[in-house]
Each structure stands twice: as structure tokens, then as C-alpha cells.
């Protein structure tokens, strides 16, 4: 069953003041930073001082600063090396769905692995493994997605991971509800599991499988299903199954072993690093029991010295007892000597 909804557009977002290198800010005294909902911030407890002319954002930043609002891209940056520790399953399932879509869609934008940016002045974000949008986001070169500025999702498909945890998949269905993607499309591929959500009301409410397990995305006019294997499968409202064209099947397979290379030069850099720093701990751990011998073969050197000091003391100490006690024995055999009487010669 198709559900009509309908589109609420977001609160516009005022124009604001340039800054002398080309940087927005907010006047004084307005709200701050506008969410991808149209809702606002509160203002700060007291303005921050504007910087003036020549002034340059720093490169890395977490937050942007209470009086900027950055609406370049650049603000935004496209973190590659977070997209590439994901597992063949993702790239076998997320790009065949890609490739599936823009079959039947021919109308919309679908892409893979791009940075969402959800909130205007911050650089928090998340990475769904396909976004369907209703075109593309401009410049063409765009490599990040702006909820405030870019086309609107009307579909966002996630390949789940082993580390995906229930909350942290709750997580995600509220911020896509949150940004008014009409459809989510949940599909692990280790549990063999496909679900699909249909936004109604500001909320997500799952869609059944059919008997036979297919599912319908109004949003991609394509069927979902799994194969024995547990991975995504496709077909048109005609019942029509989709199998990728000979030169998308060998792009497909180029962008896996692109893909594998990707994983494999990241598992060798994390293998680098791990010997390196097992390495360092190792000598680290050399150096504090070389010290600790060093200490114990001192103290050893010091207590023997000092033994054979003390043998040294006792054997004189003793020496000059036995002198003492000699001379005593003298002085009292010549005392006894003079005191015994005198020897009388016997009459003959």
C-alpha cells in the first residue's frame, strides 16, 4: 500500500552579513546557526568579538564559532579514509542497489558513501551506505551532502555491520525522520534481515513483507528482497528481475577491487602502526628493565662493597682485640713474676 505524503518545506534561512574574506556571520543579537528542520538555536549568553579583516578559520575544527556561519562546502570536508573499513558484504549489496536504482530512476540522484551533514555550523555527520535524492547536489564536484541546501533524500538504504548496535541503528532512524526522508531501507546482510520504514506522520512506520519476502520502495519503484545468501535482490512493479547490464557488471566488479585494494592498503597501514607501536612499547619495556638491572647490579655492587668493608672493620677490630689481650697477659706474668717469693738454696 502507497502512502501519500506530504512535503513540508523547511523554515527559510535569513540572509546574513559577509565577512571582508567572504565568510557569512549573523548580525548581532540574531539567532545562531539554523538547523536542517528550520529550527534555530538559542543565542548565546554574549556575543564573541569579530575578528576583523585577514581573518582565516582554522583547518580543524569541531564546532564553528557562535558568530560564523560557514555555507561554503569546504566547511564540510569529504573524510575518505572513514569510508573505506567497510566489509565486502557492503560494497557487494549497497552498489547492485546503486546501480538498480538509477535503472528505474532514472529522474534522481543515487550515490554511495557520501557525508551528511545535518546541522548548519557543525561538523557532525554521518555516512549512509546510498542516498536517493530527488537531483544532484551542485557543483556537480560536490563530495558532501548539506541538509540545509542540497535537494531533499527521499531514500536512504543502510548495509548493517557486525558493530551496528540496535541502539545505535534507532539512532539513525530518527535522525532520517528527522531530516524527512520519506523511506529507510535496513538490510543486514549476517542476520539475514531486510526491513523497510515508510515515513507517516513525522515517524517511521515499518512496511510488512510480502509472503513471498518482497518488499516495495515507492520512493526507488523497485522490489526488495534477499537471496539464499542473505543479499539484496531487485525487480520492477511488473515482477521483472534486475540484473546489472555486462558493462555495469564490470564497473561493479572494478569498483570492488578497488574497493579491496582501498581495504587492503588500510589494513596494512593499521598493521604498520600496530607493529610500530608494539615496537615502541617493546623498547620502551627494554629500556625499563635495562634500568631496573642497572639499579638491582648497583645496589649489589654496593652492598658487597659494603660487606667487605664491615669484614674488613671486624678483621682489625678483632686484631686489635688479640694485640690487646697479648699485652695484657705480658703485663700480668711479669705482675706474677715479681710477686712469687724468692726460691731458698737447700742445705747440702
Not at 617493546?282 to 625499563?288: I, P, V
Not at 664491615?310 to 697477659?329: G, K, L, M
Request: include cysteine.
Amino acid at each position: 500500500m502507497e502512502v501519500a505524503l506530504e512535503l513540508v518545506p523547511a523554515a527559510p534561512v535569513a540572509a546574513l552579513p559577509v565577512a571582508p574574506n567572504g565568510t557569512r556571520r549573523p548580525a548581532a543579537g540574531s539567532l545562531e546557526m539554523p538547523d536542517p528542520l528550520g529550527a534555530h538555536r538559542s543565542p548565546s549568553e554574549e556575543d564573541e568579538a569579530w575578528p576583523g579583516e585577514g581573518y582565516r578559520y582554522p583547518d580543524v575544527v569541531t564546532e564553528a564559532p557562535s558568530w560564523a556561519t560557514p555555507a561554503d562546502r569546504e566547511w564540510y570536508p569529504c573524510h575518505i579514509e572513514e569510508n573505506m573499513a567497510e566489509r565486502p558484504r557492503h560494497s557487494i549489496n549497497k552498489l547492485p542497489a546503486c546501480a538498480a536504482i538509477e535503472s528505474h530512476c532514472p529522474d534522481k540522484f543515487a550515490i554511495t558513501e557520501m557525508e551528511l551533514y545535518y546541522e548548519q555550523g557543525s561538523r557532525k555527520h554521518v555516512v549512509p551506505d546510498l542516498m536517493v535524492m530527488d537531483s544532484r547536489p551542485t557543483p556537480d564536484e560536490a563530495e558532501t551532502y548539506l541538509a540545509w541546501r542540497d535537494p531533499p533524500i527521499r531514500c536512504v538504504v543502510e548495509i548493517v555491520s557486525r558493530r551496528n548496535t540496535p541502539a545505535h541503528l534507532e539512532e539513525k532512524r530518527v535522525l532520517y525522520a528527522r531530516l524527512r526522508v520519506r523511506e529507510y531501507i535496513e538490510h543486514d546482510p549476517y542476520r539475514r534481515a531486510l526491513r523497510l520504514w515508510r515515513l507517516q506522520q513525522a515517524e517511521y512506520h515499518p512496511v510488512d513483507l510480502q509472503p513471498d519476502g518482497w518488499v516495495w520502495s515507492a520512493e526507488t519503484r523497485l522490489y526488495y528482497a534477499l537471496d539464499e545468501a542473505g543479499n539484496l535482490r531487485f525487480k520492477d512493479r511488473a515482477g521483472r528481475r534486475w540484473r546489472p547490464p555486462p558493462e555495469q557488471l564490470a564497473q561493479l566488479l572494478a569498483t570492488e577491487a578497488e574497493l579491496e585494494e582501498q581495504r587492503a592498503a588500510v589494513a596494512l597501514r593499521e598493521v604498520e602502526v600496530a607493529e610500530a607501536r608494539d615496537a615502541h612499547h617493546e623498547a620502551e619495556a627494554r629500556a625499563a628493565v635495562a634500568e631496573l638491572r642497572a639499579t638491582a647490579e648497583a645496589e649489589h655492587r654496593r652492598l658487597a662493597e659494603q660487606r667487605a668493608a664491615d669484614a674488613i672493620a671486624r678483621a682489625a677490630a678483632e686484631e686489635e682485640q688479640r694485640r690487646a689481650a697479648e699485652a695484657r697477659a705480658a703485663e700480668l706474668e711479669l705482675l706474677l713474676a715479681r710477686l712469687a717469693p724468692p726460691q731458698r738454696n737447700s742445705p747440702d
